[in-house]
């Protein structure tokens, strides 16, 4: 299904009280928050394709899962109790949950196969089968794609030292859940650091967790059910965020995000962009800091991003990139290699819709380099998303510089972060 944007609005002053749930932490609030027995409720769950996914994954473990609304209420026998072999399980487009899932399989002695759907099974996996076998797990599969098969440890996996060779926090966390569920200590380090909502949820359950600068230490301890509100996605609020920024004087809030400053990294580039933002840290919720952003329209300029920061803007990249189309100078990405391996080659993606929108642009030496002005275009345009939702939604803030047309083919596929996205970016666009 294609989305035809004809025209945007400006001026517009708008106070958002709440955004759907951060997706990553909803799923780790059902993976890991179901390894002790017991009963617990998960507020503001993002009701999208991928967590979806991941709560059809783990009914299968024998967890129940009840849900009205946005609410989840989760009873869960323990992961000693778990059900030991699963027929399929299906990761559809999510990568979180097949790489999470494996972590948790791995390490409870869950016999099975994992799959998902054409992208998924194209995305690369050895870089979690390679430690989870070096850990006991023997799982086997073909060139390091799904479908894998497990054969299960049997709960006789051991602790490993891992130096990540990667920059990917769906890794580690598969690493740390079985080093949860295993023998001894493991030690996972890191030599950039990714998100770390996994650490923030074991300590949450009062794991035996322990974090020294870029080394993460794990043993198996007593954890125990609690409940759980997930903060508004910060990714999800990157597109409205950019669409305000594009359009000319806007002013939003955004209430009760996603602060975690792995996460929100993504505002302090756009503040160097001279982006107007402001955002305030006012509480502490299940071991995650939220607050509220403030936006208003504003001029960018054009920056560098090092390597360094690449790892918490991961998902930012694609809107970065259009934001970049439109601030003066070059903007030069670095580091963006693993922006291959998403649910398309986002690098493709990027280039090829920015050069269509007339921007010039390429990548080379693993950087994404932008020459950008800012301007208004009139253009009729089509994006081709490659089926990816970020790649969707980023260009949908193209649309605000647009004065003609701008067709995004493959909208239904936002629906695997952001289902409510149409009614939320309605404000900006008309659709
Ligand atoms: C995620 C980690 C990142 C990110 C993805 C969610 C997570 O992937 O791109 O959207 O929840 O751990 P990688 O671990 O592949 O970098």
């Known amino acids: ?155 006789k996996m051991k602790a490993i030292t891992y130096d990540m060779p990667v920059a990917s926090a769906q890794v580690k966390s598969s690493i740390i859940i079985a080093g949860f569920l295993s023998k001894g200590e493991t030690k996972v380090v890191e030599k950039i650091k990714t998100r770390d909502h996994t650490e923030n949820i074991f300590k949450y359950l009062g794991a035996s967790i322990s974090i020294r600068g870029n080394e993460i230490y794990i043993t198996n301890s007593p954890i125990n059910s609690r409940d759980f509100t997930i903060p508004g996605d910060v990714s999800s609020a990157a597109f409205l965020i950019a669409l305000c920024l594009l359009s000319k004087n806007s002013e939003i809030t955004i209430k009760n995000v996603l602060l975690n400053e792995r996460r929100s990294k993504y505002l302090c580039i756009l503040k160097q962009m001279g982006a107007k933002v402001n955002w305030d840290i006012y509480e502490e919720q299940c071991g995650e800091n939220i607050g509220d952003i403030s936006v208003k329209s504003s001029v960018l300029k054009a920056i560098t991003i090092e390597r360094e920061d690449t790892a918490s803007i991961i998902d930012e990249v694609p809107v970065i990139s259009v934001l970049a189309a439109f601030s003066e100078g070059t903007t030069i990405i670095k580091g963006v290699e693993e922006l291959k391996h998403k649910e398309s080659n986002r690098i493709e993606g990027i280039i090829n819709n920015l050069k269509n929108i007339g921007i010039q642009c390429y990548y080379k030496h693993d950087s994404i380099i932008i020459e950008g002005r800012d301007h208004y275009f009139s253009k009729d345009i089509n994006i081709v998303t490659f089926k990816d939702h970020r790649i969707a939604m980023a260009f949908s803030a193209a649309a605000i510089r647009n004065s003609k047309n701008t067709i995004i083919e493959d909208w239904e596929y936002t629906s695997i972060s952001f289902p409510e996205c149409t009614n939320f970016f309605k404000l900006f666009l008309n659709i």
């Open 1 to 155: 299904m294609n989305l035809k944007i004809y025209d945007h609005k400006d001026g517009i002053k708008y106070t958002f009280s709440s955004i759907p749930g951060d997706k990553s932490i909803a799923h780790r609030a059902l993976i890991i928050g179901a390894l002790p027995r017991g009963k617990y409720t998960i507020k503001n769950f993002p009701k999208n394709e991928d967590c979806i996914a991941t709560m059809e994954c783990m009914k299968k473990l024998g967890i129940s899962i009840e849900n009205s609304n946005t609410t989840l209420v989760v009873e869960s026998p323990g992961y000693m109790n778990f059900t030991k072999s699963v027929a399929i399980m299906d990761c559809k487009n999510s990568g979180t949950t097949a790489r999470l899932i494996m972590g948790l399989m791995s390490g409870a002695g869950i016999k099975g196969m994992i799959t998902g759907d054409n992208s998924l099974r194209e995305r690369p996996m050895k870089r979690v089968t390679d430690p989870l076998n070096l850990m006991g797990a023997n799982i086997v599969s073909t060139e390091g794609k799904l479908p894998i098969i497990i054969n299960s440890a049997n709960g």
